[in-house]
């Protein structure tokens, strides 16, 4: 049997339209009209982009319909067309002008397949590349630190262990004579400063990585952690002078271990950039449900572009000594105040340099003690 | 980069005065080459591409100077200032008409004529202004932006990539224009649909020419209308044509009413 070429136009696997040079359809085969809905009649005098949903209709006059002019065709372009019940149909058209000897315009001639597979498939591969971005995003971050980490390791712990080192070397050679207690004591002071900096890195990694500081909130007097972190502080450093009033009357519900860590944090950074031989003042209160807490020393104001980047990790205002630590201090303050729904702030000028910390002294509606 | 290179500027004709012509959103300066080749004689022709679109420098893309039309206006007068325009023709489609209403406004003396083809200064319904979209309608377009690619670069691919049974057709030809980055197409979708300039018309004291088609559903009759009401020395042409891009469809009826304008 001979194919019908009627037939084929007819009951093609593919939609037909004619357009004619107003755009409208002036033909169209049964094939779209089942996929439509819209009887061949019914479709005659239409446009195109009454056929398809309004950004499609946008997308057609701001981009195919130029297209077409400029080129005389245009390619598999994405349209979802919309069928007499409201549904939506993804198809793909391709488009061709016909003009005759003159190059008028006689007819556009559509063909228009059905899509929704592919459609599917395309927003899949979009998705997963999305999902891929954001995975490679993340991926980033974490290499990212784990490179600080390195740089960390292998920067901050290496003088400390150092002198633990060398202490051993001496003990060897020397053998326990009566210098050997002290030795053992600066080696011990040596270690404690290696177990801090281990533990800041891991405060760090939780702080970015796992959402928070972890706390253990009850509700407490304050003030003697800070006194214990004070007197720590003051043996460790007997040539400050520390001016102290702690008046934290009332309870508050937080970790004092991590406000004591907040403390010594802003304590160890007024010891190192505050003026020497002038006092670091403390002021603890609470007050209207509030519990504030002061660092105030005297010194150089910090300068405008490091106050900028004084609450990030690994920043250092200035070229330091080895002692100085990973720079972590204020920022691991800054996330501990975080946790508890308060806030850790800084004013700095010619007569000092005031770090704040302040939070709520009772529970806030939020349940959750990370912050 | 100076701003010839980064608006790829193009410069033609011999007249002592100048027309400029905006492409608007969805194309590039391609847009303009069955209309501005007529105007050579008569006059310096200028053509260029928004940043973000056709042969503009993309590097130059900034969000935020982007994210009103004004970022656009900016650079229709820098390279007005560039040029040395004085007394000049602005010729604007679609979004370009209001991008040129801002020019105009910022340089009085830059621009002596506007001709504002398929202008909307709001393209979203506003209680008894009908801008032709509800704000229904534009949050889909601007979501289908976000979460279909297709319609914008995947499907773009295969138009521009060419076609190989019509060699033809120039490589350049093919890949040059309505070249659109999606994510900056986005962008400009969402600051053209969202854009609100109807306090500005009242502010153009150049003379105005709205060319207006029939059965524009992206700028209707009404919206034209409403833009000729607004600006004070303004008058309009209905052309016979149909659809957005009379530029493209219509070429001579846009040139006729154009030349008998200036």
């Known amino acids: ?371 | 980069m100076s701003i010839i290179a980064r608006n790829n500027v193009t410069i033609a004709g011999s007249g002592l005065r100048t027309m400029i012509f905006a492409h608007g959103f969805g194309c590039d300066q391609n847009m303009w080459r069955f209309v501005e080749p007529e105007f050579r004689e008569d006059f310096r022709t200028v053509l260029f591409d928004h940043v973000g679109a056709g042969k503009s420098d993309l590097s130059a893309y900034d969000p935020a100077k982007y994210g009103a039309l004004q970022g656009y206006a900016d650079d229709v007068v820098a390279i007005g200032e560039k040029l040395g325009l004085r007394g000049a023709v602005f010729v604007g489609h679609s979004v370009s008409a209001m991008i040129g209403v801002l020019a105009a406004i910022e340089a009085p003396e830059m621009f002596e004529s506007l001709v504002l083809i398929g202008p909307s200064p709001r393209y979203i319904d506003d209680g008894d202004y009908k801008g032709g979209f509800t704000v229904a309608q534009i949050e889909e377009l601007l979501a289908s932006l976000d979460d279909n690619h297709l319609g914008w670069s995947a499907a773009m691919a295969p138009v521009i990539m060419g076609n190989p049974n019509q060699p033809e057709l120039g490589e350049e030809l093919t890949n040059s224009f309505c070249r659109t980055d999606p994510e900056i197409a986005k962008q400009f979708a969402r600051v053209t649909f969202m854009s609100d300039n109807r306090h500005d018309l009242g502010k153009v004291n150049a003379r105005v020419l709205i060319l207006q088609c029939k059965e524009d559903i992206i700028a209707s009759e009404a919206v034209g209308a409403y833009v000729q009401k607004h600006i004070p020395d303004s008058q309009t042409v209905i052309l016979d044509a149909t659809g957005h891009c009379p530029n493209l469809s219509a070429p001579a009826e846009v040139i006729a009413a154009i030349r008998r304008f200036v």
């Open chain 1, 1 to 371: 049997m001979a194919e019908d070429l009627e037939d084929l136009y007819e009951n093609a696997p593919c939609g037909y339209a004619s357009l004619g040079p107003d755009g409208r359809i002036v033909k169209s085969n049964l094939t779209l009209s089942q996929w439509t809905g819209f009887s061949q009649e019914a479709l005659l005098g239409k446009r195109l982009r009454e056929l398809v949903n309004t950004s499609g209709a946008i997308f057609y006059e701001t981009h195919f319909a130029p297209l077409l002019r400029m080129q005389g065709f245009f390619n598999e372009v994405a349209l979802d067309l919309v069928t007499i019940d409201g549904a939506t149909l993804p198809v793909l058209v391709s488009a061709a002008e016909r003009r005759d000897a003159y190059g008028d315009l006689l007819f556009t001639r559509v063909t228009i397949f059905q899509a929704a597979e592919r459609r599917r498939y395309e927003r899949e591969l979009v998705e997963a590349k999305r999902e891929a971005e954001r995975g490679l995003a993340a991926e980033r971050t974490a290499s990212e630190l784990r490179e600080q980490f390195v740089a960390i390791l292998g920067h901050d712990l290496r003088n400390p262990l150092a002198a633990i080192d060398a202490g051993i070397n001496l003990l060897q050679r020397r053998g326990f004579d009566d210098r050997a207690p002290d030795l053992l004591a600066h080696m011990r002071r040596s270690g404690s400063r290696m177990q801090e900096l281990i533990n800041n890195v891991l405060d760090l990694t939780r702080s970015r990585l796992g959402g928070g500081i972890p706390l253990k909130k009850e509700e407490c007097s304050i003030t003697p952690v800070m006194a214990q972190v004070i007197e720590e502080l003051r043996i460790a450093h007997p040539e400050s002078e520390f001016a102290v009033n702690l008046n934290a009357t009332e309870p508050v519900d937080c970790d004092q271990g991590r406000i004591g860590q907040l403390l010594s944090n802003l304590l160890g950074n007024a010891l190192h950039h505050g003026a020497k031989n002038r006092p670091i003042r403390v002021v603890a209160v609470t007050e209207e449900g509030r519990f504030t807490l002061s660092v105030a020393n005297e010194g150089d104001p910090i300068r405008p572009e490091i106050m900028e980047r004084l609450f990030l990790p690994f920043y250092r205002g200035e070229a330091r000594s080895s002692a100085e630590g990973l720079g972590l201090g204020l920022y691991i303050a800054s996330e501990i105040a975080r946790a508890h729904d308060g806030e850790l702030s800084v004013t700095s000028d010619q007569s000092g340099t005031v770090f704040t910390f302040t939070m709520p002294t009772a529970r806030t509606a939020a349940p959750d003690g990370v912050g």
